[in-house]
């Protein structure tokens, strides 16, 4: 029995196998298409390209097709270096000129007139020598930041299939990049980003553009099994650096809609797929938006004295779904703030130093105590503690979180006790685990207060300690 399907059907699976894709990988590319005609563009040497099962050369040409931007863009260079040929061939032959004339012409005044007007005309070529090469410097340079090469590549046959095009790694990019909005007091809007580069010499015009973060190339090799061996105690010892793995982030499915490049969807973390994607070989940032979210956040000033005097305006939010990459551009009522902020996850939530507080300034010295140490029987009581100084220059008031450290004991026989926190202004504070020490200070407007954080660490006067 015969099947038959609906005409619309049939038009739509010859599109569909038509239709120009691109797979994007972490070291190279592979664009399918069907070529007009023998012309690629400018790709790089180790370019590949296979019509149907059968591979075809890729040869330089001097044809080059004038509906290509780029074709254009050579053929502008090559009229400068004509117009530097030019020049230079007038002033060799104004000099040639010039030796014949002295030879054949008696007459002084003759002589003069020619060279002066020999001169007038020898400056003026030797100025259009020099600006024609300049131009042909700076657009030289220009066309070689959009493709590797300046020789027009082609089919060595013509492809009546569609052609799938291999394109090695760094000429074809993308990356993830962050966007946060602080201009909203409680809330943080987020905007994903992909950032596409397209350097390779073609122009990309794909209906559906696939990326992903895994290579094309993956080199894999049995691990062959290598006993554990006692050795004698002599013999010194490998450090094997142990390496550090991370969970995968569960699978969120996610969905954008950019105005220019339409819908751009992820099944999984750091895969992307692109509807419409035109990237012309220019080699400027093309940025997509991928995500856009806006989440409750956490605002404060802190400051870790044992690190940076500094005093960072710090965001804390947790993200709908996982972030990718850890570099963020900030912007508050539609200013650019920050353009290379970096972020990481604590305890859950994800931690951005948005900007620095410069009406703060905090100073940190050690304190100075009279008896440091004392004895009891075989163990040393010795106190120890330092002064953390804090100035508020602004006319109005902060709440300052200062992140601090006391001593962490790891031998059992050693042992760290905080004695005291004080402050002559308001205080809050808290001993965390691995001696962390958070306090929170309020500053009223022009004014300062001082910190003075003390403790004592006992251990055996046998075993003296570093700190």
Known sequence: MKRFFPVWMAVGAVLSLQAATLDL??????????????????????????????????????????????CREKATIERWGLESAYAFQRMHYIETLMKRAEVKTADPKAVMAMAEEAARNYSAMQKRKERADKEMKWRRENFLKQAPMLEAQHLAKACDKPLKLTIPGNYISFGIEYEADLSDEKRIAVT?????????????DAQTATLRYEPMHRRLSPIRFSPWVIRDRQTPKMRVAKSMTM???????????????????SDRARNYRIDGLKLPSSGERVTIAAGRWKLPAEREEAVYPYRDSRVYRVIRFKPEAP??????????????????????????????????????VVRKEPMILKEKESFFGGTVHKKDGYVIHLLNQSNETKRLKVIERIPLAVRSDVKVKLLSVECDKSLKKRLLEKGRLEMEVTLPPKSHADLRVLFEISYDKEKPILY
């Open 25 to 70: 990988y972490r070291d190279g590319a592979v664009y399918t298409f069907e070529p007009s005609g023998t012309f690629l563009g400018f790709l790089p040497k180790r370019a590949k390209a296979e019509c149907g099962d059968r591979s075809l050369s890729i040869v330089p040409s001097a044809e080059c097709p004038k509906e290509s931007r780029l």
């Open 192 to 204: 994903r980003n992909i950032v596409l580069r397209n350097r390779s010499g073609i122009d990309i």
């Open 247 to 265: 969970s995968a982030p569960a699978p969120v499915y996610e969905m954008a809609e950019d105005m220019e490049y339409g819908r751009v969807e």
């Open 323 to 360: 972030v990718e990459a850890n570099r963020w551009r900030i912007r508050k009522d539609g200013l650019l703030v920050a353009s290379e902020v970096y972020g990481d996850y604590e305890k859950g939530r994800y931690t951005l130093f948005v900007s620095v507080d410069e009406d703060l």
